[in-house]
Nanobody, 115 residues
């Protein structure tokens, strides 16, 4: 089992920055990829960024060049979000993919971009 706890959400003005953190505990050694998803009411949860055990990263097109995902051995995964836009407003969820094929989710943290 892996437990994920997010922090760092909040209210920010357009153009501002926020840094989300996700602390993992439990069987961290089983994790081979972690990422951040986001969801707004009435829409499907979408992948924002992912990082693999090999250090490879991938981002959804709308956040490329603005968001950066990083990790320290999957103990903590951060999402640095710069140049935030109102359309980035969502609940952000931390996700871990574990061997052999299990998923773990955090409880979510609200990010609101508004003036």
């Amino acid at each position: 089992q892996v437990q994920l706890v997010e922090s760092g959400g909040g209210l920010v003005q357009p153009g501002g920055s926020l840094k989300l953190s996700c602390a993992a505990s439990g069987s961290i050694f089983t994790i081979y990829a972690m990422g951040w998803y986001r969801q707004v009411p009435g829409k499907q949860r979408e992948l924002v960024a992912v990082i693999t055990s090999g250090g490879n990263t991938n981002y959804t097109d709308s956040v490329k060049g603005r968001f950066t995902i990083s990790t320290t051995s999957f103990k903590v995964v951060t999402l640095q979000m710069n140049s935030l836009k109102p359309e980035d407003t969502a609940v952000y969820y931390c996700h871990a993919r574990r061997l052999p094929h299990f998923d773990s989710w955090g409880q979510g943290t609200q990010v609101t971009v508004s003036s």
